[in-house]
Structure formats: C-alpha cells, structure tokens
C-alpha cells in the first residue's frame, strides 16, 4: 500500500520509537526485522553509539490491527528496551522559515541551557539539534559544538537570534544560514 507521510489510511498508524541499549552487532537489523514482520513501514531514523550504548529515534507506519503484537515482540528484543508513542494524527504545520545554526565555543556547565533558552524566548523550534565537546585543535582546552535545524513563524527572530547568543561570551562563534 502507497501513502504520503503524514496521510494515513485508517487501518495505518504511524509510531514514534525509541531505543537504548549496549551496542551489538544486529540490533539495527533485530529491530527492523520485528518492524516488517508486523507489517510495519519503516519510515525515518536518527540513531548513533555514545559511550557504549546504541540510542535511537525512529517513526514507523504500521498497520492499526498489528500495534499490539509489534509492541509485544519489541519488548522481547535483548539487551534493549524500546518505548512506543503513537504519533498524533493532528500534524502540526511544517510552515515558516528554517535556518540551520552551527555553535562552536569553549565549553562550559550549562552552555546546552542558556542557548536553547535564548532560542526559546525568540519561539524559536528546535527541530533538531546534534552536539558534541571534543577537545580544540593543538589544545587541552574542550570545545562545545552544536548543529540545529530551527524553524520560526517568519525570519524576524532570526536577526535577533545571533546577536542574543552572541550576548553568551566572546569566545562563542556563531553561524546561522539558510537550511539545506
């Protein structure tokens, strides 16, 4: 059966999925299996290995009839625990403008808390939003970097967005431009 995202018959519904649990070799695949054995459509994924653990997020389309056997089969995957929401059927509006900001900068406690803050007080929506403290080139000294899809209304709170960042410290470079 074909569909667009977002439009489901009344016999699909679209499922969140999230993950966790020690890195192995086949999870991905243990996890797909169960997914189309249950007549599921896997649609899009967000996952990745940090500090030994395999996190993910991902949505499915699967048949309605089918929602409680696939969650009891998730449960019974190894060495991993799976959280299931049903997606809302209202979708939001994906309208107004994105913008992809790029952060890099010393890092600190709290970093993480006074960006999202300023983005939030200009309603600002993080749609993604990746970050990672490495160490600085030819240095000891760690630095944050962060990556974030935001989407707003209209571009008004994008001129403000950089100079309020910015406001977090000299050493903070900030790049914000139009999303790929």
């Known amino acids: 059966m074909s569909h667009s995202r977002g439009k489901h018959s009344p016999t699909q519904r679209s499922l969140v999925m999230t993950l966790i649990g020690?890195?192995?070799?086949?999870l991905v695949q243990s996890l797909s299996a169960v997914v189309?054995?249950?007549g599921g459509s896997w649609q899009a994924s967000r996952m990745v290995h940090l500090d030994g653990e395999f996190?993910?997020?991902l949505s499915i389309d699967v048949p309605e009839s089918q929602i409680d056997?696939?969650?009891?089969?998730?449960?019974?995957?190894?060495?991993?625990?799976?959280?299931?929401?049903?997606?809302?059927?209202?979708?939001?509006?994906?309208g107004?403008?994105?913008?992809?900001l790029e952060i890099i900068g010393q890092d600190r406690p709290g970093i993480v808390r006074r960006v999202t803050e300023r983005i939030s007080a200009l309603n600002l929506n993080i749609e993604e939003l990746e970050s990672?403290?490495?160490?600085?080139?030819?240095?000891?000294?760690?630095?944050?970097?962060?990556?974030?899809?935001?989407?707003?209304?209209d571009d008004a709170a994008f001129a403000t967005l950089?100079?309020?960042?910015?406001e977090l410290?000299?050493?903070l470079m900030v790049d914000l431009k139009q999303a790929d």
């Open 22 to 26: 020690k890195d192995r070799p086949g």
């Open 36 to 38: 189309e054995d249950h």
């Open 55 to 57: 996190a993910g997020l």
């Open 69 to 94: 056997a696939l969650e009891s089969a998730l449960g019974r995957l190894e060495g991993v625990t799976v959280t299931v929401n049903r997606a809302s059927e209202d979708q939001p509006s994906s």
């Open 96 to 100: 107004g403008s994105i913008r992809q």
């Open 132 to 153: 990672e403290v490495a160490s600085a080139p030819m240095s000891a000294e760690l630095h944050f970097k962060a990556t974030a899809i935001l989407r707003a209304a």
């Open 162 to 166: 950089r100079e309020r960042l910015e």
């Open 169 to 171: 410290g000299a050493d």
